[in-house]
């Protein structure tokens, strides 16, 4: 089913959950003792990112040295298609502007209708380790709003491999990424809000947003977003602070602010122990001033912490 179809459908707040594929090495047990627990909470989806290669050098044997790209987390596709076929729950795979060609896209893309995957995320995927600023593959898209565009192309049964003639129509519910408190390279919040419309035009189907620790933000986006005239689900994306170390990199890595209370209660813990209590109950407090706001969904991040989102979720579910 779509993820617009989950959200018409609904009589609740809908859950969703987030996972990442498992380090390279593991099988897809790691992926259903991770996911087992939080079935309990029947949730309408589950997204699975997508990490793009790094490059390294490598020294060959004769001494001389060759470039080899490294993907530590490949399998997005794959678990998709396990998750749908173990638990019969509808999977969301990322699918990312970076590291791919509009060829390589298209035909992911019809791997993904080949496996009845009708749900993506598009995103244009954060920068390689090695690189300053994202740059596309050459004959890549640079900003997601260039992929959701080529998304509605197969909508519409437009290829680029232009000697397709059967002129089968692809049926995919995409989604894109929106950034309560901006994203980092924007030129302005404002600015970033006009893109955002832009991939809503171009025909996004809803919106998933970047974590936030402050409700009072991700309101005002909402706000802003609708006096914009965007009018499609817009989805909070939650994640429980876990350590304190998280006090500087979260607000680093994602470009959001923790609030003044949740610094101050977690920078009073003595172990990662405690911060995770504090965390928990803080996402607790926000998942159910999400909800009696009206949310459709709450979305949350499990990042390789299961247990963590458990103990949220059994508190609102
Ligand atoms: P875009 O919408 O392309 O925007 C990128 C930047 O460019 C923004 O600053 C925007 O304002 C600006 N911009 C957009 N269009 C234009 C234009 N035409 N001209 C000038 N500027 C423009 N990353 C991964 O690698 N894998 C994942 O699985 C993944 N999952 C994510 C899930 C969610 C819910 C979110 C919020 C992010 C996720 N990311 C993931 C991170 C994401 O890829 C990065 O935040 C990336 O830097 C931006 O992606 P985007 O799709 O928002 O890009």
Same mark, same amino acid.
């Given at each position: 089913?779509?993820?617009?179809?989950?959200?018409?459908?609904?009589?609740?707040?809908?859950?969703?959950?987030?996972?990442?594929?498992?380090?390279?090495?593991? *099988?897809?047990?790691?992926?259903?003792?991770?996911?087992?627990?939080?079935?309990?909470?029947?949730?309408?989806?589950?997204?699975?990112?997508?990490?793009?290669?790094?490059?390294?050098?490598?020294?060959?044997?004769?001494?001389?040295?060759?470039?080899?790209?490294?993907?530590?987390?490949?399998?997005?596709?794959?678990?998709?298609?396990?998750?749908?076929?173990?638990?019969?729950?509808?999977?969301?795979?990322?699918?990312?502007?970076?590291?791919?060609?509009?060829?390589?896209?298209?035909?992911?893309?019809?791997?993904?209708?080949?496996?009845?995957?009708? #749900?993506?995320?598009?995103?244009?995927?954060?920068?390689?380790?090695?690189?300053?600023?994202?740059?596309?593959?050459?004959?890549?898209?640079?900003?997601?709003?260039?992929?959701?565009?080529?998304?509605? #192309?197969?909508?519409?049964?437009?290829?680029?491999?232009?000697?397709?003639?059967?002129?089968?129509?692809?049926?995919?519910?995409?989604?894109?990424?929106?950034?309560?408190?901006?994203?980092?390279?924007?030129?302005?919040?404002?600015?970033?809000?006009?893109?955002?419309?832009?991939?809503?035009?171009?025909?996004?189907?809803?919106?998933?947003?970047?974590?936030?620790?402050?409700?009072?933000?991700?309101?005002?986006?909402?706000?802003?977003?609708?006096?914009?005239?965007?009018?499609?689900?817009?989805?909070?994306?939650?994640?429980?602070?876990?350590?304190?170390?998280?006090? #500087?990199?979260?607000?680093?890595?994602? #470009?959001?602010?923790?609030?003044?209370?949740?610094?101050?209660?977690?920078?009073?813990?003595?172990? *990662?122990?405690?911060?995770?209590?504090?965390?928990?109950?803080?996402?607790?407090?926000?998942?159910?001033?999400?909800?009696?706001?009206?949310?459709?969904?709450?979305?949350?991040?499990?990042?390789?912490?299961?247990?963590?989102?458990?103990?949220?979720?059994?508190?609102?579910?």
């Amino acid at each position: 089913m779509k993820i617009t179809e989950h959200i018409q459908q609904a009589k609740d707040t809908l859950i969703s959950f987030e996972i990442l594929p498992p380090l390279k090495g593991r *099988d897809i047990s790691s992926i259903y003792n991770h996911l087992d627990p939080l079935m309990e909470f029947k949730p309408s989806w589950i997204n699975v990112t997508y990490h793009r290669a790094d490059t390294t050098i490598k020294k060959r044997d004769d001494g001389t040295f060759e470039k080899v790209a490294i993907r530590k987390r490949p399998g997005t596709v794959g678990i998709c298609a396990a998750i749908m076929n173990h638990y019969g729950t509808d999977a969301v795979p990322h699918i990312i502007c970076g590291g791919f060609t509009k060829n390589d896209t298209e035909d992911a893309l019809i791997d993904l209708n080949f496996l009845g995957i009708q #749900n993506v995320l598009a995103l244009r995927g954060d920068a390689a380790k090695n690189e300053i600023h994202f740059e596309p593959e050459i004959g890549g898209h640079r900003y997601a709003i260039d992929l959701l565009k080529q998304i509605n #192309n197969l909508n519409n049964g437009i290829y680029l491999d232009n000697t397709i003639t059967a002129g089968g129509k692809t049926d995919f519910c995409a989604g894109v990424a929106g950034y309560p408190e901006m994203h980092f390279e924007a030129a302005s919040y404002q600015d970033d809000l006009q893109k955002l419309k832009a991939k809503v035009d171009a025909g996004a189907a809803y919106i998933m947003t970047q974590m936030f620790f402050d409700n009072k933000k991700f309101f005002r986006f909402v706000e802003d977003c609708r006096a914009l005239g965007i009018d499609i689900p817009i989805i909070p994306g939650l994640k429980a602070l876990t350590k304190k170390s998280q006090l #500087n990199v979260l607000p680093k890595i994602f #470009n959001i602010e923790i609030p003044h209370d949740l610094t101050n209660a977690i920078e009073q813990t003595n172990t *990662d122990e405690d911060a995770e209590k504090i965390g928990i109950e803080w996402l607790i407090q926000q998942s159910k001033e999400l909800k009696s706001f009206g949310v459709p969904v709450l979305h949350f991040y499990t990042l390789g912490k299961p247990s963590t989102i458990y103990n949220v979720v059994k508190e609102i579910a």
